[in-house]
């Protein structure tokens, strides 16, 4: 991102009242010779295209200074003003907040992402707008950088149309890269319809089985929207490394997805673009893809996994679940499971990954997927138990947590913003709200629900977000911590946990959303809490499980957990 500049968006904010902001723009083009992108805000003074000094870009915070660790993450699109918010550069901003939306005259391929299908199968989903459906997408896929070698793909298209004043019009595609080898270099390019140009070529190294590899690792975290306080250079960082194969994203994206016309999304998704070409993710559904605001389109229009599914056809929903269902749907139609990324599983490695979409006990909309969710995931967990000698370990992830200790938003939001942001989207600062903040019932049932067949199948861990915090919690199985670290640990650095007999959680929700959420009492479940930025790393075999915490502030681990079970 070094050294890349576009268009500067500076925002003035004028707070009239706590549930509304001002917001007054003006624009200055870059020198022509500054390429479009991001670029890091300490480097922003340096690399001559914005003209302006590091006092002139630190003014740009709303404290006048950008904070000690901003200059480790990207700029990028869709940056909100507020305590910790920055403003974008990008060449050609097209809405009031500064979101980027490229010259779409020609249809150009964005957004392109490759989803986890299976240890040997990705779908490939990209957007293009101004496209045309009669012909079907096409992708290249070989092992040479120059694709001599390619063999030429076609998948499906999805229109979509956002439903804002702007109508923006979607062409959603989708295509199946399968019987991959494995862990192997692929390179590859897409385009849409027939008036579509073609992508770069991209490079990424698939996946494997746990007969294939003993080694499995990987990315996890919640709530991660597009900030400069997020993940994505770490994560960046860690797959050049080899450190991370995949990522799993605990669901709460771009804050939100849907936000100015769908332009927010955009930015989210071209900004994740250069980790989730070089590597596959698993998104999960969280509550604010529910909030996105379109909720009224049905999600059969938006979606591919409805038309094979056998569970009634969904509600209206949101565009991020339009977006991640149909590529990961597709998979899983090709391989037979859920036939719908509302809750879904795949393995990879050592690790059966299982999905849940855990709205259905927050949401009334949401209560008619209950019961099918819980026969496909008592299937699934009875298919996945009794091949254990191949992938040993059973995770289990979903937005919402089971347990948890924080406060949500807080006793006291500690800007106006915060209060805005929180009212805006339903969350009510000023109570307690933790894992019972909306209520007792929905934890109760959810765990009431989900416990009996952890134990039944011997679920190993649980991972959640939604509280935008690092918690490492016990060993727990109906309401009772039945497991303490082996050496009693009560600080950060190394846990293990041998022969567990409850599930051991996580709650990683710090990947970076629009502020973090303060703690109350640990109460009886929580070993570690954490109130920074940061994500997960996981590496698993045979033999045993490590979960690393790692800080966005500056890449170092700041907890360590390790299970070794005799599955």
């Known amino acids: 991102m ?22 007054v723009v003006d624009y200055y083009a870059p020198p022509a010779n500054c390429t479009e992108g991001c670029a890091s805000w300490t480097d922003l003074a340096a690399d001559n295209c914005t003209g302006l000094n590091q006092s002139a870009v630190d003014a740009k915070w709303q404290f006048g200074v950008a904070p000690a660790n901003v200059g480790r993450h990207c700029a990028m699109p869709a940056n909100d003003p507020g305590e910790y918010g920055a403003w974008c550069y990008c060449r050609n901003s097209m809405a009031v907040w500064g979101f980027c939306e490229a010259n779409q005259s020609v249809p150009t391929p964005e957004q392109v992402n490759l989803q986890v299908a299976g240890p040997d199968t990705v779908v490939v989903s990209f957007v293009t707008f101004n496209d ?3 012909s079907a997408p096409t992708a290249q896929l070989g092992e040479s950088a120059d694709l001599t070698d390619a063999i030429t793909l076609t998948g499906i298209t999805k229109e979509y149309t956002e439903t804002s004043n702007a109508s923006r019009h979607y062409f959603m595609h989708f295509v199946v890269f399968p019987d991959l080898t494995p862990s192997r270099s692929y390179f590859f390019r897409v385009r849409g319809g027939a008036r579509s140009t073609w992508s770069s070529t991209f490079n990424f190294t698939s996946l494997y089985s746990g007969e294939q590899k003993n080694e499995t690792k990987f990315a996890i975290f919640g709530d991660m929207g597009v900030y400069t306080y997020n993940n994505m250079d770490w994560l960046l960082d860690d797959v050049k490394a080899q450190r991370i194969d995949f990522i799993v994203h605990l669901g709460d994206h771009a804050y939100n997805v849907a936000q100015d016309s769908g ?5 989210y998704f071209n900004a994740f673009q250069p980790i989730l070409t070089k590597i596959p993710w698993v998104p999960v559904l969280g509550n604010h893809e529910y909030y996105d605001g379109d909720e009224f389109n049905r999600f059969l229009n938006q979606t591919y996994g409805v038309t094979l599914g056998d569970i009634p056809p969904a509600h209206p929903t949101s565009h991020i679940n339009s977006y991640i269902a149909i590529g990961s749907t597709l998979a899983q139609a090709v391989k037979g499971t859920s036939k719908t990324s509302r809750y879904y599983s795949v393995d990879v490695g050592q690790v059966h990954v299982i ?8 949401f009334d909309t949401e209560l008619v997927f209950r019961k099918p969710m819980l026969d496909w995931l008592r299937a699934d967990l009875e298919a996945a138990s009794q091949n254990r000698a191949t992938v040993p370990w059973i995770i289990v992830n979903a937005h919402q947590p089971l347990y948890c200790s924080s406060v949500t938003m807080g006793e006291n939001s500690s800007s106006l913003w915060e209060f805005w942001y929180d009212q805006s989207n339903g969350e009510n600062p000023g109570t307690f709200r933790g894992c019972t903040g909306t209520g007792i019932f929905p934890v109760e049932v959810s765990r009431l629900d989900l416990e009996a067949l952890f134990r039944e199948f011997d679920v190993d861990l649980f991972f959640a977000g939604h509280e935008h915090d690092y918690e490492s919690i016990y060993a727990v199985m109906n309401g009772t911590v039945v497991n ?10 190394n846990c293990t946990f041998t022969n567990p007999s409850g599930v051991v959680h996580f709650v990683t929700g710090a990947g970076g959303a629009p502020h973090l959420d303060k ?7 929580t070993r570690i809490q954490l109130s920074a930025w940061g994500y997960g790393r996981v590496t698993a075999t045979q033999e045993e499980f490590v979960y ?11 907890d360590r957990v390790t299970v070794r079970k005799a599955h």
Do not use: I, Q
């Open 519 to 525: 703690f109350g009492d640990a109460g009886p479940f």
């Open 355 to 362: 999905s849940l979409d855990l709205n259905v006990y927050y």
């Open 548 to 558: 690393e915490h790692v800080l966005n502030s500056n890449g170092t681990v700041f």
């Open 484 to 493: 303490k670290c082996d050496a009693g640990s009560t600080t950060p650095g």
């Open 263 to 267: 332009l927010r999304g955009d930015g």
């Open 132 to 134: 045309t459906a009669t």
């Open 2 to 23: 070094k050294g890349a500049c576009g268009m500067l968006g500076v925002l003035a904010l004028v707070a009239s009242s706590a549930a509304m902001y001002d917001v």
